[in-house]
């Protein structure tokens, strides 16, 4: 989202400085022409978002969060030192540190990408909608569901759902499937969330083998490391031993294109274990495949049920294998929901409008100042 949020600022108006952790995200961001540096210490989150909370208590926790409180001095700093006229912080996990941006006189807008986690009690996440809601100039929403329930009183709210630059490059699934090395007449199944234990990776294992269709291939592309409890990823690599014997599962590992994915694809799954915003379902919805997702309310404003895909109980793997295969047996009917899909990714994903509206919100932030 980063990458496409730079791409899409008027570079007449606007010089990025990206600080962000080394690695090869930061050769993705370059490509964009904005200037990005590696952070002189690591950039700590909250680790309380809906599939990313950690216990109050929890060593991690507690790590991350005070880390992140004792570096607001060096990152008031930084934003001083690159002579910055707004911080954009690109998570909620990031939402406090618009204490350094305050600090340094500059006027701080976050990016809401992720669903509030409940929490036991609920005292961290009313913390946090407060810092939204008195700390930032602007916030951010990429879904009605999130602005509604953060209740936001920041002096700017705005809701702009996320895009893709997937647009047009519906290649044909012959030619998609050639290059990944998949035979014609498979049944691809893809899902993007890796082996991450939040991303529903057992939920899904658990639906394929259940799936009796012997040319039905899980396509996975995502990381390949995660840190599950140990029973947990016991039993993952032994469902995927069981599938790579029979040939229906493929790891591909981090992929920089995924347009291929989406092409070679007969439908998407999406189906996370905890309420969670989706960047498959629009990447899909771009490509023209339908979907599979875990009916969570935060991903109906993106999803109706038989219309554009298929929503199926939260972990319930009969559920999401009855999905799939009624798909799978139906192309037709996938067919008409990937056209509905693809219908629905212009009118709401529309990268030239949507950035458009980024621009002209970060105008309205400046102006408020």
């Known amino acids: 989202m980063l990458e496409n949020l730079l791409r899409a600022l008027d570079r007449t108006r606007w010089q990025?400085?990206?600080?962000?952790?080394?690695?090869?995200?930061?050769?993705?961001?370059?490509?964009?022409?904005?200037?990005?540096?590696?952070?002189?210490?690591?950039?700590?989150?909250?680790?309380?978002?809906?599939?990313?909370?950690?216990?109050?208590?929890?060593?991690?926790?507690?790590?991350e969060s005070f880390a992140q409180w004792k570096d607001r001095a060096h990152w008031a700093r930084v934003i001083r030192a690159h002579d910055a006229a707004?911080?954009?912080?690109?998570?909620?996990?990031?939402?406090?540190?618009?204490?350094?941006?305050?600090?340094a006189g500059v006027p701080a807008v976050c990016l809401v990408q992720e669903?509030?986690?409940?929490?036991?009690?609920?005292v961290r996440t009313r913390w946090l909608k407060r810092v939204l809601s008195a700390q930032m100039a602007g916030v951010w929403f990429i879904s009605e569901f999130d602005r509604d329930a953060a209740r936001c009183a920041a002096p700017i709210v705005e809701v702009i759902p996320n895009w893709t630059r997937l647009e047009g490059r519906?290649?044909?699934?012959?030619?998609?499937?050639?290059?990944?090395?998949?035979?014609?007449?498979?049944?691809?199944?893809?899902?993007?969330?890796?082996?991450?234990?939040?991303?529903?990776?057992?939920?899904?294992?658990?639906?394929?083998?259940?799936?009796?269709?012997?040319?039905?291939?899980?396509?996975?592309?995502?990381?390949?490391?995660?840190?599950?409890?140990?029973?947990?990823?016991a039993e993952v690599k032994?469902?995927?031993?069981r599938l790579h014997a029979t040939g229906r599962v493929r790891l591909l590992g981090e992929v920089r294109d995924v347009a291929p994915c989406y092409a070679a694809a007969d439908l998407v799954v999406f189906a996370p274990r905890a309420p969670h915003q989706g960047r498959p379902i629009l990447e899909a919805a771009a490509m023209g495949r339908p979907v599979v997702v875990a009916a969570f309310d935060c991903v109906r404003e993106f999803v109706t049920h038989g219309d554009n895909g298929l929503l199926v109980r939260p972990n319930?793997?009969?559920?999401?294998?009855?999905?799939?295969?009624?798909?799978?047996?139906?192309?037709?009917?996938?067919?008409?929901m990937g056209a509905a899909n693809r219908a629905?990714?212009?009118e709401k994903h529309d990268a030239a409008r949507n950035g458009a509206r980024v621009n002209a919100f970060y105008e309205r932030v400046l102006a408020g100042r």
């Open 238 to 241: 032994l469902r995927l031993a």
């Open 115 to 122: 669903t509030f986690a409940p929490g036991l009690v609920g």
């Open 170 to 233: 519906c290649a044909a699934r012959g030619a998609a499937r050639i290059a990944l090395g998949i035979a014609p007449d498979a049944e691809v199944v893809l899902f993007m969330g890796g082996l991450l234990r939040q991303k529903g990776t057992l939920g899904l294992l658990r639906a394929m083998a259940r799936l009796a269709r012997p040319k039905c291939l899980l396509l996975v592309a995502g990381e390949r490391v995660d840190a599950a409890p140990l029973a947990e990823r």
């Open 316 to 336: 319930d793997p009969c559920a999401l294998a009855d999905a799939i295969g009624r798909l799978l047996d139906r192309p037709d009917a996938a067919r008409r």
């Open 16 to 63: 990025p400085v990206v600080i962000c952790p080394p690695g090869p995200g930061a050769a993705l961001l370059r490509d964009t022409g904005a200037e990005v540096h590696a952070a002189e210490r690591p950039v700590h989150m909250i680790p309380h978002v809906s599939g990313f909370s950690r216990r109050a208590w929890s060593p991690t926790f507690l790590r």
């Open 86 to 103: 707004l911080v954009h912080l690109c998570s909620l996990t990031l939402a406090p540190m618009a204490a350094s941006a305050w600090q």
């Open 344 to 346: 629905r990714a212009r």
